[in-house]
Each structure stands twice: as structure tokens, then as C-alpha cells.
């Protein structure tokens, strides 16, 4: 797979990537910044919910659900 | 003796107070529970402490410490009603509730960087703070070690490692909390200066008496942090608000993305804690969790399991809980039989059999059924299968424009609206918490099964596979209240409370085996409140509903003897001269195209106070009025005819009048718990309003619709 620049929405299960910034200003921003996703912080995607979203991603060791549209303002470096 | 010592006993005498907090999922709760032998609820969903909490625990010396369980969360910068608490507690906002002398910070150590990053929050409000190092079992099984002495040492305070859910480390943790001289450690991590700068200058507006110079620096820094327009910001005065305002605006253009810098701040603190502690001396391995995950989160097999899940739940409810309400049926028999022949004829014996018994005795069968639903639910919450649910859902919710945190309230409503409308203080908008508020009493609360029961048996005869079709008709009750929950969500969304979509961000924690001690014990709870209300107010409403059946008596009674009164009592007319005859008599036009009787209409308007007071007050009206019956109630109802002579309870009647108890509000701890939480008489008389006439219409629609199919 290439590397490059792609959002959290449009990584596959299992496909992981190191978060490189945050697009757009949206509240949720500073809130997933809390839980610890960060510029820098490597995420993994791990499925899609069964109707299509929300996703599941592993960060730090732990899972977070977060819906697509969301994700999608999160910019992603793939290796 | 020295005014210094004297001080130092007084402060000796005084009860400390301790604050616990921590992440959700951090076991919290556990700890709270090993620590206090308070019961309380152990979930696995995020959210589920919602109540603030209090329990006395003991110092290795025997001197009680009062800790206060706070609500779960994952930053001290508030969000929702429920983060605020927290803060207001931690900061001793609260009035008479000054701060607490300590802080537990509960620290998952699986979880270790999301988990300090709290911790570093905590520890500069300056207050001491104890770490109680969670889940060491479950690091250990993962492959790494962490070394907690050296933790405390770079942190500065204790750091005692625990695993809550087996006891093992409170002893330790007794053994700090003992200690007067917790030392308190903040300013680990560097802000940039003018952020520091700002927050030096605006400290003075928080200083109050008593309390330090970092807790109100702490306090600073958070009104800096609150966005415009949160209801923090309400509670300061004109000066204060300006300057915070003007230290904010500056801030923007000096430091631009200063709060995310804040945050970015901490994260680089807790990476070098990590760095430092924790060793990995196996490698990783695919944890339980993911394994399972791939089946009950699997596109197809995890809707079928989220399906059986909660068929199975229903099935179990009426299947397993039979033998239990049959014996207790035969208990209540039993003692209306014995305590009957003991009492002289009359009103008192009247009274004690059809009036107490029958009516409590009504709602208590119950109870069974009741228990077998919570130990389900509470099974779920605790092994962590409800967020899966959550997840799964989400899609649904989102298309309803529900937010992915009213699953849980209206999750919770399924036993009783009033936890849920309680559960809605995670929501962080007012706006999608009026909304969950407004539709939560649609979904199936446990006050409604016994109307359900006791409608459903009088629809179906027992007999053959009757338990799949009982089954079934419950299932469909249960989805017809979610369906309108979710639909009204949607409108009321769309119309009086419009607002940006809402969002979804939840954790979803690894599975855990439920911890029987825990479940059984909020089982015993459960059960208590429910017997406690069946002894309290079903038993006092009994007795109202009783006088207000019997009397005033038809004139002619009084002067007859005793036989004759007897024959008097078996004439329905005592009840329809009575007091409550008469308004069912008054209001029967408004029922009547439901189907209902004047009869009926007595029961309908007596469940207002509660829903399961139909049931006593149908136990009441017919014991009044047929004095020879001893069957079960269902049996009566069965048997029972209108005045005209055809049956009382058809099949469409039975019908209609459930479909009354989907959609209506009748319940007074619902409509008091809706005026608590939104603080105003508007929404609950709005909601009592609007669900009448949406559950008058719609048994309009079934019964009306129904005659016109040919339907008797």
C-alpha cells in the first residue's frame, strides 16, 4: 500500500496510521484531544459497526466508537 | 495546653473527606464498593454513576473518612451536567459542601496514558491526592510490567497498586489514607508563559476563604478553558466575566490553538511517566476482548446475537419466572383465605382482604419477573456488552438524530424512566437531553409489565405454546414503545428542538466477567425498592382506592343487618355510588371510544399515580364486586361482563388498553424526576400533555379500527 495522507474514515480494518492533524474547526476536536488522539498518536482501525458506522479504533492501548463523519476531519499519515 | 495542639485535635475528631475519582470503566465503582461495603451499581457502560455517592470507610486506626464517589469522567474541563458535578465537588463550588481535604485518583493501569492524563488534572488542583494503581492482574497478562514505586516517585504522592474487584491492595490503600501529612505535587507539567501569566492574573477573582492558592489557580484555568456560552460562565459575576473574556481574547491571538496546547502539554508529562514505568517483557498478543469482538460486533452474526440477546431475555422473563409468581400466587391466596376467616364480615375484613392484599398482593406476583429483567440488564451493563449494543444501534440513533448517548438512558428506561431521565445528565447539549427526557418514558419501564401480564393472560388462555405467543405480543409491546420513542426523538428533533447533529464518542471497554457478588447484590437492592413501594405506596393507595370504592355506601346499607348488607356488598352499586365509581361514571364519555368501561375507567384513571395501581385497582373493583370469586385475577377478568351484558375484557379491548399503557405518562416520579431535571413545570406537563393524547389516539385508532375489521 502507498504511503500518504488519508482520513480516519477511510482506513480499512485493520490499516493503521499516525494521526497528522485535525481539519476544520469542530468542538469534537478538543474532546477526542483528551482522550489522547493527538497529532502523532498512531491509530489502528479495527471495524466498521454492523449498519456501516460508527467505526472502532484502537489508540493507547484502548478502543473508542466514533462516528464516520467525524472521522473524517481527522487527516491520517499511512506508512 | 497550646492553641497549636489544640488545633491539631480538633482536626484529629473531624471526619475527613475523601473524593474518588477516575476515568469510566476504571473500577471505580469496585473500589468504592471494597472500600465502603456501600452497595451500589457495578457497570461496565460509561455514565453509569451518575448520583453522587457517599460512604464511610475506616482507617487502620478505626477512624471513619468520608469519600464521595464522583461520576466517571475523562477530563476535569466540563462537558455535560454530570462533569460539572464533579468539578463543583472537587473545587467545593457546592455550597455547604466545602472541597474535600483528599483526592483517590483511581488510575486503570491498562489503560495507563488516557488515565494520567486525569491525574495530571487532578494534581494541580494542589488538593493531596492518593493513586490507586488499577487492574495490575490485567497488565500483568498483557506482558507488561509497571513499576509503581517509581511512579510515586516521579509524581510525588502515593502510588498503591490494586486490583478493586478482588480486594487485593485496599489494605495498602487504608494504610495511606491513614496518613495526615499526603503531600500534594502540582505544576508537573510546563504551559506556555502567557497561558501561566493569565491564569497567575486571574486567580485572585476565585480565591475564597479557606481554600489554596492552587485550587483557585485550577479554577482560573478551567473558566479560561469553558467555550462562550457554557452554562459555567452563567455563574459568574459581571467583573469576573469581563476579565476572563478579555485574558481569553488574548490568549487567541498570542498563543493561537492554546487549549489544544494545554492538552498537548499534559499528553508529553504522561509519555515521559510512561517511558519511565512500564516495561514490556512479553510480546503482544491478541487480547480476549478482540476475539470476541470479531463475532458480537460481526456484520451479520453480531445483529443475530444482539437479536437473541434480547429474545432471549424476554423468552427467560415469561418462561423462567412462572413456578416463582405461581407460588407467590398461591402465598397471597393463602394468606387472604387465612387472615379472611380470622376477621369478623365487614368493612374491616373487606378492607384487609380486597382492599391490602388483593392490592399489594397483586403487584408483588411480579416481582419475579422483575428481578429476572434487572439481573439481565445488570449483567449486561457489568460485562460490558451494553456499549457493544450501543455501538451496533448507533446508526439507527443517528438517523433518528438521537445522540449515541441517549442509548443508555433510554436503555436504562426499559426498567424505569426514572434512573434513565437521570442517566441524561451525560449528555452534554440541553437541547438532545430534552429530547431523550421528552421520549424516555415511552420505552417499556418494569410498573408497565404487570399491566402487560396481567392483559396478555386475559387475551390468551393458557395452554399450548401459549409462551411463545405471550412472548411474542410482549416483544411487540416493547418494540411499539422504542419505535415511538425513536420517532417522537426524530420529530421533536426536527422541530421544537433543533440543533447541530449530535455526536458519537464512546469507549468501548474490555469485555469483563460480571462479578456475581455485585450483580446479586444490586438484584437484593432492586428488589427491596420494589417491595418497599409494593409496602409503601401500592399498600396506601390500596387503602385510598379501597374508601373511595366503598364509599359513601348506598343509603339504604346502613340500616340493614348484617346479611342483607352482605347481598348489598355483592351489588355492584356499592361501587358505582362510590366515590370513585362516580368519576368513572363522570369520565367514561372521554373512554369510551377506547372501549373501555366505567369500570376500566377507574383503573385508568388510578394509574396515573403509578401504572401498576391498574392492576391493584382492577384486584379491588372486581373483589368489591364479586365477593364469591377466589380464582386469580385473570380468571375474574376473564369471567367479567359490561353492563350490557357482552364481554368486559375482549381481545380488542385488552388491546387497546395496552396500547394505552405503551404510549401514556402515568407516573408521578416520572412527571416530579422531569420538573427536577429541567427545572421548570413546562416540559413534564408539556410530556404528560402531549403522550396522552398521542395514547388516546392511538387506542382510538386500534379499537375504532378494529370494529370497523369486524373484530369484536
Known amino acids: ?79 | 495546653m497550646s492553641e497549636a495542639s489544640l488545633e491539631s485535635a480538633v482536626t484529629e475528631t473531624r471526619v475527613r473527606t475523601f473524593a474518588l475519582i477516575g476515568n469510566p470503566n476504571s473500577g471505580k465503582t469496585s473500589l468504592f464498593n471494597a472500600l465502603t461495603g456501600l452497595r451500589q451499581k457495578v457497570g461496565n457502560y460509561p455514565g453509569v454513576t451518575v448520583e453522587r455517592k457517599e460512604g464511610t470507610a475506616y482507617t487502620q486506626h478505626g477512624k471513619p473518612i468520608r469519600i464521595i464517589d464522583l461520576p466517571g469522567s475523562y477530563s476535569l474541563q466540563p462537558r455535560s451536567p454530570d462533569e460539572r458535578i464533579l468539578v463543583d465537588v472537587l473545587l467545593g463550588r457546592l455550597p455547604g459542601e466545602p472541597a474535600p481535604d483528599a483526592v483517590i485518583c483511581i488510575v486503570d493501569a491498562s489503560n495507563l496514558e488516557r488515565n494520567l492524563y486525569l491525574l495530571t488534572q487532578v494534581l494541580d488542583l494542589g488538593l493531596p491526592v492518593i493513586v490507586a494503581l488499577n487492574m495490575m492482574d490485567v497488565v500483568e497478562r498483557r506482558g507488561l510490567r509497571i513499576d509503581a514505586t517509581k511512579m510515586a516517585r516521579i509524581l510525588g504522592v502515593p502510588v498503591v497498586p490494586i486490583e478493586a474487584a478482588r480486594g487485593k491492595g485496599i489494605i495498602e490503600l487504608r494504610v495511606a489514607m491513614s496518613r495526615t501529612d499526603l503531600p500534594t505535587a502540582q505544576g508537573h507539567v510546563p504551559f506556555p508563559a502567557p497561558i501561566t501569566t493569565a491564569v497567575k492574573e486571574l486567580a485572585p477573582l476565585f480565591v475564597r476563604k479557606g481554600s489554596a492558592l492552587p485550587l483557585a489557580q485550577a479554577e482560573a484555568r478551567l473558566f479560561l478553558g469553558a467555550d462562550e456560552g457554557h452554562d459555567l460562565l452563567e455563574t459568574l459575576a459581571g467583573a469576573a466575566l469581563t476579565r476572563i473574556r478579555l485574558a481569553r481574547q488574548r490568549l487567541d491571538r498570542e498563543v493561537p490553538g492554546w487549549r489544544s496546547e494545554l492538552i498537548t502539554a499534559r499528553y508529553a508529562f504522561v509519555g515521559e511517566v510512561v517511558r519511565d514505568t512500564v516495561h514490556r517483557f512479553n510480546p503482544h498478543r491478541p487480547s480476549r476482548t478482540d476475539q470476541v469482538d470479531r463475532w458480537l460486533l460481526h456484520p451479520v452474526w453480531g445483529i443475530v446475537a444482539l437479536i437473541a440477546v434480547m429474545g432471549g431475555l424476554f423468552y427467560s422473563i415469561f418462561s423462567l419466572a412462572v413456578p416463582f409468581m405461581d407460588a407467590i400466587d398461591g402465598m397471597i391466596g393463602w394468606l387472604g383465605g387465612s387472615l379472611g376467616g380470622l376477621l369478623p364480615e365487614g368493612d374491616l375484613k373487606s378492607l384487609v382482604v380486597d382492599g391490602v392484599i388483593a392490592g399489594v398482593g397483586g403487584v408483588i406476583i411480579f416481582l419475579p419477573q422483575i428481578l429476572m429483567l434487572f439481573f439481565f440488564i445488570s449483567l449486561l451493563e457489568s460485562t460490558g456488552y451494553m456499549a457493544r449494543a450501543a455501538f451496533i444501534l448507533d446508526r439507527l440513533m443517528n438517523k433518528v438524530g438521537l445522540h449515541g448517548r441517549s442509548f443508555v438512558p433510554l436503555l436504562s428506561s426499559y426498567a424505569c424512566a426514572v434512573p434513565g431521565i437521570m442517566a441524561t445528565r451525560t449528555i452534554e447539549s440541553f437541547k438532545d437531553r430534552l429530547v431523550t427526557i421528552l421520549v424516555a418514558p415511552f420505552m417499556t419501564c418494569s410498573a408497565r409489565l404487570p399491566v402487560y401480564l396481567v392483559l396478555i393472560a386475559a387475551l390468551l388462555p393458557p395452554g399450548e405454546h401459549r409462551a411463545f405467543q405471550q412472548a411474542g405480543i410482549l416483544l411487540s409491546l416493547y418494540m411499539l414503545g422504542t419505535l415511538a420513542a425513536l420517532a417522537f426523538g426524530m420529530l421533536f428533533k426536527r422541530t421544537l428542538l433543533k440543533g447541530a447533529a449530535p455526536t458519537m464518542v464512546m469507549e468501548l471497554p474490555p469485555y469483563r466477567l460480571p462479578q456475581l457478588k455485585w450483580v446479586l447484590l444490586e438484584l437484593w437492592d432492586r428488589g427491596r425498592i420494589f417491595l418497599r413501594r409494593a409496602g409503601t405506596i401500592i399498600f396506601a393507595l390500596s387503602i385510598v382506592l379501597w374508601f373511595l370504592m366503598n364509599f359513601p355506601k348506598p343509603p339504604e346499607a346502613v340500616e340493614l343487618d348484617t346479611e342483607t348488607a352482605i347481598v348489598m356488598e355483592e351489588d355492584p352499586s356499592v361501587l358505582e355510588t362510590s366515590f370513585a365509581g362516580r368519576s368513572g361514571r363522570f369520565l367514561e364519555p372521554v373512554f369510551a371510544p377506547l372501549g373501555y368501561d366505567w369500570k376500566m375507567t377507574v383503573g385508568i384513571i388510578a394509574s396515573f399515580a403509578a401504572r401498576e395501581v391498574f392492576v391493584s385497582t382492577l384486584a379491588i373493583i372486581y373483589r368489591v364486586a364479586d365477593e364469591e370469586d377466589t380464582g386469580s385475577l385473570v380468571e375474574t377478568l376473564r369471567s367479567q361482563e359490561r353492563d350490557d351484558g357482552n364481554v368486559a375484557f375482549s381481545p380488542l379491548t385488552c388491546l387497546s388498553l395496552m396500547v394505552f399503557f405503551v404510549f401514556a405518562l402515568q407516573c408521578l416520579s416520572t412527571v416530579a424526576v422531569v420538573r427536577r431535571e429541567t427545572n421548570s413545570w413546562r416540559w413534564p406537563l408539556f410530556q404528560l400533555a402531549y403522550m396522552f393524547a398521542v395514547a388516546w389516539s392511538a387506542s382510538f385508532i386500534v379499537y375504532q379500527g378494529g370494529r370497523l375489521l369486524g373484530f369484536a
Not at chain 1, 17 to 24: L, W
Not at chain 1, 36 to 58: H, I, K, Q, S
Request: aromatic fraction near 2%.
Open chain 1, 1 to 79: 500500500m502507498s504511503s500518504g495522507i488519508t482520513c480516519l474514515s477511510d482506513l480499512k480494518p485493520g490499516q493503521s496510521g499516525v494521526v497528522s492533524d485535525f481539519v476544520g474547526a469542530n468542538t469534537i476536536h478538543l474532546r477526542l484531544m483528551e482522550l489522547g488522539l493527538l497529532p502523532g498518536t498512531a491509530v489502528r482501525c479495527l471495524r466498521t459497526a454492523p449498519m456501516g458506522d460508527p467505526l472502532e479504533v484502537e489508540l493507547r492501548g484502548y478502543h473508542l466508537s466514533l462516528r464516520k463523519a467525524e472521522a473524517a476531519t481527522i487527516a491520517i499519515q499511512t506508512a
